[in-house]
């Protein structure tokens, strides 16, 4: 997906609820419009991340997985 991501945090190695929380965080202090990037390696994080999100009105641009058991989920600020 060709877009400009405005963050990037990096959550591998990190287990729950630390990458939920820090995701939350991230995108609380963003604006309208600015794209997320969560890099994580834990399967939970996979469902909750996008879900609190979608709860809160932003926009899961995607989820992908960029290598074994590591993902990468792109969330639209609104």
Excluded at 40 to 53: F, G, T
């Amino acid at each position: 997906m060709d877009v400009e991501v405005t963050k990037t945090i990096d959550e591998r190695g990190e287990v729950c609820p630390i990458p939920d929380v820090d995701a939350k965080r991230a995108w609380s202090k963003m604006k309208s419009g600015e794209i997320l990037e969560v890099l994580i390696d834990y399967p939970l994080s996979k469902e909750r991340i996008p879900a609190n999100a979608e709860k809160e009105g932003h926009e899961v641009l995607s989820i992908e997985e960029v290598d074994n058991s590591e993902w990468r989920i792109l969330v639209k600020v609104k």
